[in-house]
């Protein structure tokens, strides 16, 4: 009725009704995302983890899948989906259609350093990937055997400059974080320990534990249970402030090092070109989780330091964080195993 107001009665019915058909199509024509993000989601979600089941990374990634889920009103199905340095994942979800029905928790090993180090890993790190938001970091914490006589950053570093070469520090493999954090110490504290890599698993652990390694720069989600159960001893770690579970280590900058700035992390990412209503949608749901005590409290359980930023502030710490771990490997010629 409002339209047929407006139409000129000189105009034949057949051109008014063909008008008004075109009409229709072109405006539908216009507004295929915007129907598409009023109707999301209509269907379960799924969202692959690059990491085997069991993990601190599994351990975040469904627990961010669970609260995301409830406040979508769809279920989030986790898909691990482990190996070639989580490069196998990622590569999965930078191919998925790009309509918010694939995400994908990337991390520092899966956006910064693997692309890196992998020939062809299936994905380009930057370009393949929407941001939607950080979920938490992770900082690298230094530990030692706990009878070791290092009782300090400086005396580690005392005797790395006395014997160069021979101080051994572990990781679980060449080009992990592990690996890279060493790296980052060596070049900060202009010395040279010698890299111990390791197949995976816990194997650089139970060698510290034994005393056949100095020291190994692990994330504080791995380090965590090792340092409470007194079978390693913390000596510094990479984080602006001391962390309220380690109230007597001393922080990486308290030490000297205040340019050593290392930490695992976790974010959400969609693949590339997902409509940007889906992505706000999306971003303003983990904004939601983020803010509930349960996940606040179960990251940090998992010792896990809640840091949620906007799909903005997630573009360009992914985009710094690249180049800083490129460079890194670059400088050290650092290969996978």
Known sequence: MLISRFIPSALPRRSVLGALACAAVASLSTWPTLAQAQA????P??????YPAGGANDAVGRLVGQKLAETLGQAIIIDNRPGAGTTIGAALAARAPADGYTLVLGSLASNAVSPHLIPNP???????????????????????????????LKSLVDDAKKRPGEVMYGSAGNGSPLHLAGELFNQ????????????????????????????????????MPMIKGDKVRAIAVASPTRLPDLPNVPTFAEAGYPT?????????????????????????????????PEVDSKLKALAVKPAYGS???LGTFTQSEFVKYGKVIKTANIKAD
């Open 40 to 43: 999301y989601p209509s269907k």
């Open 45 to 50: 979600i799924t969202l692959v983890v690059p």
């Open 122 to 152: 299936g994905y380009d790190a930057l370009k393949d990937f929407a941001p939607i938001g950080l979920i938490g970091v992770a900082p690298i914490v230094a530990t030692v055997n706990k009878d070791s006589p290092y009782t300090s």
């Open 188 to 223: 900060s504290a202009g010395i040279n320990m010698t890299h111990v890599p390791y197949k995976g698993g816990n194997a650089h652990t139970m060698d510290l534990i034994g005393g056949r390694l100095a020291v190994i720069f692990d994330t504080t989600t791995a380090a």
């Open 260 to 292: 050593f700035e290392v930490q695992g992390w976790y974010a959400l990412y969609a693949p590339a070109k997902t409509p940007p209503e889906i992505l706000v949608r999306l971003s303003a749901d983990l904004g939601k989780v983020m803010q509930m």
């Open 311 to 313: 799909p903005q502030e």
